[in-house]
């Protein structure tokens, strides 16, 4: 391509071998500029889900995977996720009855109810049983309590997924964490902040928000929740009833909110097998405007979180689409959701309501760990083991000199609703070895000089190393590619 040829000193050429033949690939640094220029613009606001910057960056996504030539499925590339958010007004309180004494506690300053979803942002109300400390909730020892019509309490905060549901399967009506240092509640009450994003519809499973309602609780309200016992003096205290009865009473303020994932295909070249996608996921979503930092910005642009990972796949994208020797078997899904930010509510409404069948979803790959300023040569693989969809990612990292190790699935990004459904899927994440070429000391300089997560500061600027951003695109296209190519079928893990 004569007329591309002045991109060769930006762009990085790598070399896969795909059915025996050698191909090149290139991954566009100019393209990952000029994307992330644009999707981290402070015109967009932080695009915040809900918001015209998420809006805009759907339609600049959209339009973007059209002039690639990619394809829309249905009748367009972007497709509604309906939201409601719910404002927690003052009003909301929990009243702690013990005897014949009643005290009343307030959102804000006493509690914050979690997130939560349209069935448990509720009322509740009954009897304290106190079901031990949040890292020390053991199932077997739950099934032991009385807890029909209960309100577990529990210090500390967030309970895990299967405790959660644990509960609500022994019939507790609703949690109440105890934080009784000032500082803890602080940082939950400022990040849960008074605004709850949720499924509009109520039957789309939420990988994140819990499944029984669940309420933060200040210091203040913790002691009269456990006053006169062991654990009001710091003590151990066993699991069981506390005595006084506990009444949650939420006033919520409710509005529809429209958002939008942006889904993009390219068909594959195999009759036999162009009926299954690998998928690709970036979400486009970020914090929008907020607490401002020490220099007055209040917009989070969220350059490397994660205008890089959508880049990453329109480039991706745009390397399958130019390569000219690609044998492209599968066809290629480019899934780029929205709301993961407030609890991977696109990702969860796509598997709920899926664009193109899970069933025929051969592997989910997702981009959301940040923006390397280096040439990695060693990666975290989250969501697989070494065998299957890992094993390809490991050997496709090995095909290039570079290490991979695996992890479980965990719902930190769009991957694990996927997974949850029995889809293979993988978060590819920069491992901690020195960046290529660089030592220890000076890959860590860098790693800090560019460490800028969930900050108003994590903003696009000149300087920006973005061969580190072509070379973290590259593996996850390797990793692609060689799902494409191998025959075998991918064992699916377990749905829960
Ligand atoms: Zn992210």
Known sequence: MPERQWLAAAAFIATIAADGATAQVQLDTLSLRASTFFLAHDLLQGRATGTTGADIAAAYIASECRALGLMPIGDSYVHPVPLEESTVEPGTQL???????????????????????????????????????????????????????????????RVSAEAAQTLRQLGAVGIVHLLGDESGYALYRRSRGATRLYHADSAVRSSFAPVIPSVLAGPRLSYAVVSGTALERGEPL???????????R???????????????????????????????????DHLGVGLPD?????????FSDNAAGVAMLLAIA?????????QLRH???????????????????????????????RAILNIDAGAPPGLLVSWRLAGVDSSGLGGLAVSAAASRGWTATTSPARANSDYFPFV???????????????????TADSSAALRKRWDLYHRPGDHWTED?????????AEYAYLIGAAVDTSSAPIPRPPRR
């Open 95 to 157: 009243v702690v009855r013990r005897a014949n004494q009643e005290a009343r506690f307030s959102f804000p300053t006493d509690l914050t109810p979690d997130v939560g979803t349209r069935s448990t942002l509720v009322d509740f109300a009954g009897p304290a049983v106190f079901v031990g400390p949040v890292s020390e909730l053991h199932l077997e020892l739950l099934r032991e309590l009385d807890l029909r019509g209960a309100v577990a309490v529990t210090a500390g905060a």
């Open 238 to 248: 066993a699991p069981g009833p506390l005595g006084r009865e506990l009444e949650f």
């Open 250 to 284: 939420i006033e919520l303020n409710t509005r529809a909110v429209d958002a939008a994932n942006v889904v993009c295909l390219l068909p594959g070249k195999d009759a036999l097998v162009s009926d299954t996608v690998i998928a690709f996921a970036a979400h486009y």
């Open 294 to 302: 020490s220099s007055g910005d209040a917009i989070y642009n969220g």
């Open 318 to 326: 745009q390397a399958m689409v130019q390569d000219s020797h690609s």
């Open 331 to 361: 066809s290629l899904l480019f899934l780029f959701p929205v709301g993961e930010e407030r609890g991977l509510l696109g990702s969860d409404y796509y598997v709920s309501k899926p664009v193109w069948p899970l069933e025929r979803t």
């Open 420 to 438: 949850r459904e029995g889809v293979p899927g993988v978060l590819v994440i920069p491992g901690a070895e020195p960046y290529e070429g660089l």
């Open 464 to 472: 920006f190393p973005f061969a580190g951003l072509a070379r973290y």
